[in-house]
């Protein structure tokens, strides 16, 4: 009973508006001090969980997403996809998934790729004749890519929380997320036929080389990590670094969007960002070092041996609790809460660790879509002025596909561990 207050506590204090770090920390240490367990040992988990070559890719691949998203690596992504696909029928909105596909492998942040291609996708999708919510929506629902195509910040996080293999977790990424490319492009083409969106002009030889020949040093930065992490010549965070220094080159010398005087701001705002993370990850190690003493995982297990739960009823009771939640909580906040409760259940279920990462952050995507506290929502609604009831109204079928996405992506693990369980024996 005990353990259910601090755990409801917690979940009030994230409610009310309390930054993550402090819902996490405050509640955690308060039941340690509760239940008369050492905080010298529980600080000590802490700083040792941080403390480790994984978590420093964080802050350099925060550092990546900064110069990336103003060094006018979007525009030129966008430019590209144009020359492919800018001329069928809703070719505007198959540019946005493309673009949005390419540039999600880059930042690795759902907020930062919708942020980044809303910006030229919305009021060039309205332009040439879209309804605004099926903009929204679409960008909205393609931005989400940002956490699940690697390399993915919340990967990282999941990896650390879990000890998990990170480049495992990065190949389980990519066939779900291709597939959720897939199943967005092929709603795209129903609805613009069905709405009768015109096609755009298909670009000319000189002009598709160009432009595909401009936007190849931006495409290179994501394969550079690929081709150094499973090479075996760079660790993640190597990979990290080197992409942290070519994105800052690429914005410079290549796009020439931002110049030497702006390095050092972009430079501070991109360690603001990685230092909240760093927060976030530390009282996250905290609560989980309580959750793992104060009996609920145990509690959890025992539960499940009793009820003689199936896998497929955990996982489906495991995915309507995480939805609701990602409705009043954030993102990032779920994953950091749930993680380190279900991880013992896992084992005696027989699921994957790093399957249920795969499904843990898909339902973290619906979570940036869904409000009251859908961050997605509000970046895009802000981007193209428009009310947060018309955002809303955008996302429904989008979140309707990615509830589809996510029962496929549930009950058929393959999806998620073919390519790791191919490459990685």
């Known amino acids: ?54 978590f420093l890719a964080v802050p350099f691949f925060v550092m990546a997403a900064t110069f990336m998203q103003k060094g006018g690596i979007a525009r030129v992504i966008i430019e590209a996809a144009e020359t492919w696909v800018g001329h069928f029928r809703g070719g505007r909105g198959l540019v946005a998934v493309i673009a949005t596909t390419l540039f999600a492998a880059i930042s690795g942040s759902s907020v930062v790729t919708a942020m980044a291609m809303g910006t030229f996708l919305i009021p060039a999708m309205v332009a040439r004749g879209y309804d605004r919510p099926f903009a929204l929506g679409l960008v909205g629902a393609s931005g989400t890519l940002g956490i699940l195509i690697p390399p993915s910040l919340s990967m990282i996080l999941y990896g650390l929380i879990a000890e998990e293999s990170v480049p495992r977790l990065f190949l389980a990424g990519v066939v779900p997320g291709l597939l959720q490319a897939a199943l967005l492009g092929a709603w795209v083409i129903f609805y613009s036929r069905r709405k009768g969106y015109v096609s755009g002009q298909r670009a000319s030889t000189s002009e598709f080389i160009r432009k595909n020949l401009r936007a190849l040093p931006a495409v290179a930065i994501p394969l550079s990590v690929f081709a150094g992490i499973y090479s075996g010549y760079t660790t993640v965070t190597e990979s990290a670094g080197v992409a942290a220094i070519a994105s800052v080159l690429v914005a410079i010398f290549v796009y020439k969007e931002v110049t030497f005087r702006d390095v050092f701001p972009m430079a501070t705002e991109g360690m603001k960002s990685a230092s909240a993370v760093t927060f976030i990850v530390m009282f996250a190690l905290l609560f989980a070092h309580w959750i793992t003493g104060s009996g609920i995982p145990t509690a959890l297990v025992n539960f499940a ?40 259940v896992l084992s005696t279920l027989g699921i994957d660790p ?39 109204c955008g996302m429904v079928p989008f979140v309707i596909i990615m509830a589809v996405f996510l029962i496929l992506i549930t009950y058929i693990p393959e999806i998620s561990l073919w390519l790791p369980n191919l490459l990685m024996q």
């Open 1 to 54: 009973m005990q353990a259910l207050i601090g755990l409801g506590g917690m979940l009030v204090l994230m409610a009310l508006g309390a930054p993550i770090f402090v819902s996490l920390g405050l509640a955690a240490l308060l039941m340690l001090a509760t239940e008369g367990r050492p905080l010298m040992d529980a600080a000590a988990h802490s700083i040792n969980g941080i403390n480790s070559t994984t």
């Open 305 to 344: 041996i009793a009820r003689e739960l199936e896998p497929w009823q955990f996982l489906l009771a495991l995915n309507v609790m995480m939805i609701i939640l990602g409705m009043f909580l954030d993102a990032i906040a779920v994953m950091l809460i749930v993680t380190p409760i279900v991880l013992p």
């Open 354 to 392: 790093v399957h249920f990462g795969i499904v843990l952050i898909v339902n973290m995507e619906i979570a940036f879509l869904t409000p009251p506290i859908g961050l997605n929502l509000f970046v895009l609604s802000s981007i193209a002025k428009a009310p947060m009831s018309e955002a809303v």
